[in-house]
């Protein structure tokens, strides 16, 4: 494996980056030539003379003090490493992009971009505010991509994001791509998953440790997630949703997109569903991302589901027919209440249901193969 290693020259770039975070907040809109990803495009005096002109001189005058030494120390006391675009290890999708990253700082295992391709790699983004459904499919979208061998890609936000990682961390590789410095947990109530994947995954980001985050490093960031997949993936999101820069950002570099079908009706839905509209793949499984992406057949799931026996077969069916209460449960199969709540509860310990705190039933993604003794 190629040995982790950033030059000073790109180095000194992400520490300039965190040094101009209130300056760019100041100037990034969403306006053609302000937008973050645009910005960063810019070398460092040009990016200096738009984002903070009255300290441009003392500023690059601080950064160009930095001394290699300094910054090695400041990455080893954070637990981190950096990589950067002159370097082996430096992953192959970022350099075709213009706006792509001058630094990698990861907290993790280096392995994870160690020869990684975009066919290699998914990103799956989506609604923070997503529903049961959404997060159900993300979940069961990275277990099963990762189980097949690809690489979850994700921002390790509230929502679809955090799901993705966590379906990732049970079948393999994941890849948290953060808009703060790798050290930092964000949101700080996923510092138990960020924490999981440092010691699992990946943590990467081109900010240095103790960088905190900026509106502007989010779409900046999604520029990362975009370029490492070859596919980027929309389970839930709002028209307006920040989700669809990434897609954007993705179709700017010739990946492919895929989206989630939902219902019309449902605000969460209306993204992927604007999508698929337009023409992107729809997804309704890891599957659907796998032919897509290596051809249909060449990458088959191995997918195994509980034997059921068929009482726990009717009561799956009665569900999937519209039964989403014990007590409808009951009635659809002429089974006795404590006998369908007993049913439903496991068909839920084998992770063919779950239930809401209101006590209403839904299909998980988990197949069954049929009946059979139990």
């Not at 943590?203 to 520029?223: K, L, Q």
């Not at 057949?297 to 059921?308: F, I, K, Q, T, V």
């Amino acid at each position: 494996m190629a040995e982790p290693r950033a030059c000073l020259q790109c180095l000194r770039r992400s520490w300039l980056l965190a040094a101009l975070g209130p300056y760019i907040e100041k100037i990034a809109t969403g306006e053609v030539g302000s937008r973050s990803p645009e910005l960063l495009r810019l070398s460092n005096l040009d990016l200096v003379e738009v984002a903070a002109p009255k300290v441009a001189e003392q500023m690059l005058a601080r950064i160009a003090a930095l001394s290699e030494q300094r910054l090695n120390q400041e990455l080893e006391l954070a637990g981190c490493w950096a990589c950067c675009r002159h370097g082996e290890l430096y992953p192959s999708s970022l350099r075709d992009a213009a706006d792509a990253p001058w630094a990698l700082i990861g907290r993790g295992s280096p392995k994870l971009l160690d020869g990684l391709e975009p066919f290699e790699a998914v990103t799956i983004v989506g609604a923070r505010r997503a529903t049961s459904y959404g997060r159900e499919i993300a979940r069961e979208l990275g277990r099963e991509l990762a189980a097949a061998g690809m690489t979850v890609v994700s921002g390790l936000a509230f929502g679809i994001d955090g799901c993705a990682h966590r379906g990732a961390l049970d079948g393999g590789r994941t890849i948290a791509v953060l808009g703060c410095g790798p050290d930092v947990a964000y949101p700080a109530s996923h510092r138990s998953l960020w924490r999981q994947v440092c010691e699992r995954g990946l943590v990467i980001s081109e900010f240095p440790p103790g960088a905190p985050p900026w509106r502007w490093t989010f779409p900046a960031r999604n520029r990362i997630m975009a370029a490492l997949a070859g596919m980027t993936v929309v389970v839930e999101a709002a028209t307006r949703s920040g989700s669809l820069i990434t897609t954007d950002l993705a179709a700017d570099l010739g990946r492919d997109l895929g989206a989630v079908p939902g219902p019309v009706t449902s605000r969460a839905s209306a993204g992927p569903n604007g999508l698929l509209a337009g023409g992107a793949c729809v997804i309704r499984d890891a599957q659907d991302v796998l032919d897509a992406m290596l051809g249909p057949g060449n990458r088959p799931l191995a997918r195994s589901g509980p034997d059921l026996d068929p009482r726990l077969q009717a009561v799956l069916e009665a569900v999937e027919a519209g039964g989403s209460s014990c007590d409808a449960v009951a009635a659809a199969t002429e089974l006795s209440g404590p006998a369908a709540a007993a049913a439903l509860a496991r068909l839920e310990l084998l992770g063919s249901l779950t239930c809401s705190n209101m006590g209403i039933y839904s299909r998980t993604l988990v197949p069954s193969p049929g009946s059979g003794a139990l």
